[in-house]
């Protein structure tokens, strides 16, 4: 069975209260079960990690080499900003899908640019929960048997 890390960035652990006109009442375990279940359907164990702390997600990154075989994303804010992220996903050589849960291009202008994902597989927004059971169907395609 194949194992993928489903990591998710800063203020993610707020969902479910967290302006949910934008980002849905989901709770961040409720989405984790959800992807989950639908990981072990398709016979990929999902493990599951949030952080506030861009060194956190880093060192998660880093660490998933050595036994992930993907990682699906949403690094929040950091999307924006991070360099450092950046440069961990090109490092660690195995597929990042990034997603986000709110239309990124129908927000504020600086959400329109992510500094991920020219170092991901690809990028899915916009479809609330759905985004991340998106990103693990894209991953399950992108790994193969």
């Not at 927000?107 to 059971?133: A, D, M, T």
Request: aromatic share 6%; hydrophobic share 45%.
């Amino acid at each position: 069975m194949k194992s993928i890390l489903l990591l998710h960035g800063p203020n993610l652990n707020l969902l479910g209260t967290r302006e949910p006109d934008i980002y849905g009442a989901l709770t961040l375990a409720e989405i984790d079960a959800r992807i989950q279940a639908a990981g072990a359907q398709v016979e990929i164990e999902v493990r599951c990690l949030q952080s506030n702390h861009e060194g956190a997600l880093i060192d998660a990154l880093h660490e998933a080499r050595n036994w992930a075989s993907g990682v699906i994303f949403n690094p929040g804010g950091y999307t924006h900003t991070s360099v450092a992220l950046r440069d961990a996903i090109a490092a660690i050589d195995i597929p990042v899908v990034e997603v986000h849960l709110s239309n990124v291009y129908a927000r504020e202008e600086f959400r329109h640019k992510s500094l991920i994902s020219p170092v991901c597989k690809g990028k899915i927004s916009g479809f609330g929960w759905h985004s991340y059971w998106l990103g693990l169907m894209a991953l399950k395609e992108i790994l193969g048997d």
